[in-house]
Nanobody
Framework: QLQLVESGGGLVQPGGSLRLSCAAS????????VGWFRQAPGKEREGVSCISSSGGSTNYVDSVKGRFTVSRDNAKNTVFLQMNSLKPEDTAVYYCAATPTVQAMCVPRRFGSWGQGTQVTVSS
């Protein structure tokens, strides 16, 4: 069974950067589309970025375009989210999730395997 573990979250000042990692075990992540989602207090879980199984296709929610970059290293069974120019409104718990398809709509209901989440706090 696929297991996912996020890491790399923490406290950062506005304008700073973080790199989140999603490490998979129990299956070959190269067969899965992967998404990054976030949930801030009082808000719905939001699709931040999704990447196809090969890494050939990516998408982003408008609010992070130009600041965040999703990538993957299938040889390492890992997906990354590079977050630059962070803003306080990026504060949330960030989750990675996977579905065994080449591509998927970047919405939570399309993903069946989830990590435990990692907290990102952007504050001065």
């Amino acid at each position: 069974q696929l297991q996912l573990v996020e890491s790399g979250g923490g406290l950062v000042q506005p304008g700073g950067s973080l790199r989140l990692s999603c490490a998979a075990s129990g299956a070959t992540l190269g067969y899965y589309a992967v998404g990054w989602f976030r949930q801030a207090p009082g808000k719905e879980r939001e699709g931040v970025s999704c990447i196809s199984s090969s890494g050939g296709s990516t998408n982003y929610v408008d609010s992070v375009k130009g600041r965040f970059t999703v990538s993957r290293d299938n040889a390492k069974n890992t997906v990354f989210l590079q977050m630059n120019s962070l803003k306080p409104e990026d504060t949330a718990v960030y989750y990675c999730a996977a579905t065994p398809t080449v591509q998927a709509m970047c919405v939570p209901r399309r993903f069946g395997s989830w990590g435990q989440g990692t907290q990102v706090t952007v504050s001065s």
